[in-house]
């Protein structure tokens, strides 16, 4: 109904006889216009938008305080009454067969998924979210003198690879086993146990899984340099939930902190190629490109816009308060 009246009144409001000589005042204007139409064009209706999302976050922030805070609060009201529409439009398609295929297939459309994702209404896959928990345990394992690498995901089980201290018969091994099976099972409902798969024996290759973990037998202190690992910030001088730029040798990287997680990538968005070390990261873990919008998960390099796309992760570890990220 809405809809209806905003179309029906559209014409009036841009039918003035007084502003149509300004729309084609000259013919210098049109062709800057035609020029401007033929760049637009070159771009994705999804790039177009982000660029459109993009100069309105920079007009909010330029306004002052009250006015920022104003905006923040009609943009979050017009967010949840879109969600509550879009919850109640995928519930019935999900409750029918033939509608539960269509709703999978337009989520395979990049810009359905960006607004699914936007408002909480797509998760990551299974494997990534077993990821993401490891991840946050991680630095806990590493201050006992573990660690802990995921292998697979199996129907309803974890398989991990335990390092170090995780290892073994002690008490002590047992304990930080035991905190990786709770997290996994009590944070991920669709994992039922896990699996602990053995340390294979070392061939002198260097292997990395999915979520950038590197085996604790490569990274010896005489040969870290040697296997290309650099020198980052100290973990206490990251700020937490702020980008901080890495520039190493001729690789730039970003390395972001989430609380007791910390990763790296590659200082680079996933759209153009832009730097992301100036973006800002919500209050859930997602980062968004201070160019054009974009917006990715800062714990796995998803992005959240546009399901192709994806952030180039680094390797990365802590020794001893100090981060040291390898650049590929």
Not at 200 to 215: D, H, I, L
Request: net charge negative.
């Amino acid at each position: 109904m809405t809809a209806t009246s905003l179309d029906a009144t559209a014409p009036d409001d841009t039918a003035s006889d007084d502003t149509a000589p300004d729309d084609t005042a000259s013919d210098d204007t049109a062709s800057d216009d035609t020029a401007s139409d033929d760049t637009a064009s070159d771009d994705s209706p999804l790039d177009q938008l982000a660029r459109g999302v993009d100069e309105a976050v920079r007009a909010v922030e330029s306004l002052d305080s009250s006015a920022r805070a104003k905006a923040l609060a009609l943009k979050q009201a017009i967010e949840a009454f879109h969600k509550e529409g879009l919850a109640t439009m995928i519930r019935t398609l999900k409750a029918d067969p033939r509608g539960l295929e269509l709703l999978l297939e337009m989520v395979e459309d990049s810009g359905v998924y960006a607004l699914f994702a936007m408002h909480g209404l797509v998760k990551a896959d299974l494997a990534t979210r077993v990821a993401q928990v490891l991840d946050a345990t991680r630095p806990y394992l590493q201050s006992h003198g573990g660690d802990v690498e995921l292998v697979a995901v199996e129907g309803d089980t974890a398989k991990v690879r335990l390092q170090g201290a995780c290892s073994g018969c002690s008490q002590s091994a047992v304990t930080l086993r035991e905190s990786v099976e709770e997290a996994l099972t009590t944070r991920i409902p669709e994992i039922a146990r896990v699996e602990q798969v053995e340390n294979e024996v070392s061939t002198g290759v260097e292997s990395s899984s999915t979520t950038g973990f590197v085996p604790l037998d490569s990274l010896r202190p005489s040969r870290r340099e040697s296997h290309g690992w650099r020198r980052g910030p100290r973990l206490d001088e990251l700020e937490d939930s702020a980008p901080h730029r890495l520039e190493l040798d001729d690789v730039c990287a970003v390395v972001i902190r989430l609380g007791e997680s910390v990763q790296a990538f590659r200082n680079e968005c996933a759209h153009q190629g832009l730097p992301i070390d100036g973006g800002r990261i919500d209050e859930e873990g997602t980062l968004t490109c201070p160019w054009h919008g974009f917006r990715f998960d800062a714990t796995t390099g998803e992005c959240l816009t546009s399901p192709a796309a994806q952030l180039e992760p680094f390797p990365l570890r802590i020794e001893d308060g100090v981060v040291w990220v390898r650049p590929s």
